[in-house]
């Protein structure tokens, strides 16, 4: 039996600019960190010569281009025999469309599994590039690269998305103190609102590929916020990194009419007013986490508490994907 585990991760800094449509002509540039939340893929030999695969769904098939579940299926043909007869469970700590990058930490543990099985060595970055053609290139999902290879790779990364296709991975310097600081300091909060990362950057990959000047503008903006938080983050300067995550948000929202709604609207002017200096929702947008930076946290968590917000804690992850056992 093969367990493998992949992380989630939260963006920090320049999200948005690592989709082709924008990096292919401007380069983009994004801070983001693991965290200790996983997708976990659980792979061993069909007793019975067929394939099983548990998900939210279960299915049971004998043929690969059978299995209906687009991931598993083209993982599985892409890396070809001997993944033949299989049975396939995953799992994970947070559920699906909550803005933590679980797409692309399923498809990393999956395709490590799989590679597990078949006995060949992947490295992280080689991981990440075969999770990004299956999404990208396979599947036609308007997405980036950023979660795939902060999944792959983990720990608090910069990464740079060149107009040739090649990622350029380095991780931050960031002393014991700022690193500690960070995982105090910064809050997650389930708003309650799950969505497609796809249907909410379609609109954000449409105007780019148009060369639509609002959004490349706005881009811009970001992976300049991306290159400020590098310097800031690296300097130990945490307050002023949120007051980034703020600036990061106006220019978020002004993306897509769908990346907010009143009620986040409203938990992000509460955390801002009860401790908060600086915040921004996490992921695509149009639901998931609030995540604010803080140094009351008591008063923080009692405000979201009181508006129904769950918390989850959590730490940064430095192994990226692994077989656990």
């Not at 690969?64 to 001997?82: N, Q, T, V």
């Not at 796809?198 to 990959?205: A, G, P, V």
């Amino acid at each position: 039996m093969i367990i493998v585990r992949s992380p989630l991760r939260i963006s920090l800094g320049g999200g948005g600019t690592d989709l082709p449509s924008y990096y292919r002509k401007h380069e983009g540039f994004v801070v983001s960190a693991a965290i200790d939340k996983y997708v976990y893929i659980v792979l061993h030999d069909a007793f019975m010569g067929e394939i099983i695969v548990k998900y939210s769904q279960f299915e049971k098939t004998e043929c690969i281009d059978d299995i209906k579940h687009p991931i598993i299926r083209e993982a599985a043909k892409f890396l070809g025999s001997p993944v033949k007869n299989f049975e396939l469970a995953s799992m994970a700590d947070i559920p699906s469309g909550t803005g933590l990058g679980s797409s692309s930490s399923f498809t990393c543990a999956l395709l490590k599994a799989f590679h597990t099985y078949n006995r060949t060595f992947v490295s992280p970055s080689e991981l990440a590039e075969e999770a990004c053609h299956i999404e990208i290139d396979l599947l036609k999902e308007p997405i980036g690269k950023q979660d795939q290879y902060i999944s792959s790779i983990g720990g608090i990364t910069r990464f740079t998305f060149c107009k040739d296709d090649r990622v350029v991975a380095k991780k931050l310097n960031i002393s014991k103190e700022t690193l500690y600081e960070l995982e105090d300091n910064l809050l997650l909060f389930f708003t309650g609102f799950t969505r497609s990362a796809s249907d909410i950057l379609k609109t954000q990959d449409t105007k780019s590929k148009d060369n639509d000047t609002g959004m490349i503008e706005n881009l811009h903006h970001v992976k300049n916020l991306g290159y400020q938080t590098k310097v800031f983050l690296e300097s130990g300067n945490l307050d002023d990194y949120a007051s980034l995550m703020n600036n990061h948000w106006e220019y978020k929202k002004a993306r897509s009419p769908d990346m907010s709604n009143p009620k986040i609207n409203k938990w992000y002017d509460t955390g801002l007013a009860n401790g908060a200096l600086g915040g921004k929702l996490i992921g695509a947008g149009g639901g998931g986490f609030l995540m604010f930076y803080t140094h009351n946290q008591k008063k923080l968590r009692k405000a979201m508490a009181k508006e129904g917000l769950q918390e989850i804690r959590f730490k940064f992850d430095f192994e990226g994907t692994k077989v656990v056992t």
